[in-house]
C-alpha cells in the first residue's frame, strides 16, 4: 500500500485528490495538511512513501517546506502540485529536491502515474517539462 501525505490549503482540492486515490487498490491518503507547520507535525507522528505538496500555501510555500524535508526527512519523496506552469516552477522544484512536478490542470490517471513512478523508480517528469530541462 502506497501511503500518501497531500498538502493543499483547500480542502477541495485534498477531497478531489482523495476520491482519485480512493480509486486505486494499492493507494491511500493516509495524511492531509493545509500549511507547512500541520505537515511538519504529521510526519513526526507518521511514516509516508510520499508527500504531495501545494506550491503555493499560506506561511511557507510548497517549495520551502521542500527545503525543510531534504534536511529532515532526505529519503521522503516530494511531488510538487500547483497551477503554475512548469516553465515557471517545475524546474525550480526538482532542482530543490522535488521528486516530480505536476500541473493540478493534469489529468488524474497522470496524477496516479506520477505517484506510482515516484514510489517505484524515484522520480516523475512529464514530456513537456522533460523538454524543458533538455534545454
Known amino acids: 500500500m502506497i501511503n500518501i501525505l497531500i498538502a493543499d490549503d483547500h480542502e477541495i482540492v485534498r477531497e478531489g485528490l482523495k476520491q482519485i486515490v480512493a480509486e486505486e487498490s494499492d493507494m491511500k491518503v493516509t ?23 501545494d506550491i503555493n500555501m499560506p506561511g511557507k510555500s510548497g517549495l520551502d517546506i521542500l527545503k525543510d524535508l ?22 525550480r522544484a526538482l532542482k530543490a529536491g522535488a521528486s516530480g512536478y505536476l500541473k493540478k490542470v493534469s489529468a488524474p490517471d497522470e496524477f496516479v502515474l ?22
Open 70 to 91: 531534504r534536511i529532515q526527512y532526505q529519503n521522503l519523496p516530494v511531488l510538487i502540485l500547483s497551477m503554475y506552469g512548469e516553465e515557471q516552477y517545475g524546474i
Open 114 to 135: 506520477a505517484i506510482r513512478k515516484i514510489v517505484s523508480s524515484g522520480r516523475y517528469v512529464s514530456s513537456s517539462l522533460g523538454e524543458s530541462l533538455a534545454k
Open 31 to 53: 495524511g492531509e495538511a493545509s500549511n507547512a507547520d500541520e505537515v511538519m507535525i504529521i510526519l513526526k507522528k507518521n511514516n509516508f512513501d510520499i508527500a504531495v505538496l
